[in-house]
């Protein structure tokens, strides 16, 4: 089944620490998406990616980093630089809207939840 | 002014009631408008999708988009317990400013059996 796989699911860290949450996708997207939902926030963009080897700041960036050498993968650096790390973490993806037949919708992951202690 | 507003609730109804959800928004630009649903802890799933203006019917969902008015609406007809989640609208433009999808900060429902 093609979808996003997210891991891992849960994730505590001590201060001080960078994590590294992964995103692996197998629905040939060409876009890829990091956000951060808080309660009350909803989805903040945190970095995008359209292509290989190429990516873009999003809303909140600052104390994240991420790399695109795959296609399929979009993995997600939460550095010590980070001052409120603990959030549930979205990898999205999607195909660009003017590919025909595409809609531009979103796909999810199921999530990762970084808690730090 | 934000660029979509989204009431958060929480909303709270019976079985069976009619839902009516709604976002409004500012960028004239946005041409592709969703409907995202959201169980707790796990990751939205798209429910309804819309291009420009109109309306979309699927089952029991309804999505409605007045460009004029920069207001979209959700309705849940004979809402059920399995209803219950939170609600996201999204919208992009089209070209080169659809890269990004902007979210509404979402509405919990709840349905009461």
């Known amino acids: 089944d093609g979808g996003i796989t997210q891991s891992p699911k849960y994730l505590f860290r001590k201060e001080g620490q960078n994590v590294t949450l992964s995103c692996e996708q197998n629905l040939n997207h060409d876009a890829m998406y990091w956000y951060r939902q808080d309660p009350g926030q909803g989805l903040r963009l945190i970095y995008y990616?359209?292509?290989?080897?190429?990516?873009q700041k999003g809303d909140i960036a600052e104390g994240y980093s991420v790399s695109r050498e795959k296609k399929e993968s979009f993995p997600l650096t939460v550095t010590s630089a980070q001052k409120n790390p603990t959030a549930f973490y979205l990898c999205?993806?999607?195909?660009?809207?003017?590919?025909?037949?595409?809609?531009?919708?979103?796909?999810f992951g199921e999530g990762s939840r970084l808690t730090v202690l | 002014q934000k660029e979509v507003e989204q009431d958060p609730g929480p909303l709270s109804v019976p079985e069976g009631a009619i839902v009516s959800l709604n976002c409004t928004y500012s960028n004239s630009a946005f041409q592709y408008f969703m409907w995202y649903r959201q169980y707790s802890r796990k990751g939205p799933e798209l429910l309804m999708y819309?291009?420009?203006?109109g309306n979309k019917e699927d089952g029991r969902f309804t999505a409605q988009v007045d460009k004029s008015s920069k207001y979209i609406s959700l309705f849940i007809r004979d809402s059920q317990p399995s209803d219950s989640a939170t609600y996201l609208c999204a919208m992009s433009g089209s070209g080169g400013s659809n890269y990004k999808l902007t979210f509404g900060k979402g509405t919990l429902l709840t349905v009461n059996p």
């Open positions: 819309t291009y420009s203006s």
């Open positions: 990616s359209q292509i290989v080897n190429d990516f």
């Open positions: 999205a993806s999607r195909t660009f809207v003017w590919r025909e037949g595409s809609t531009g919708e979103l796909f």
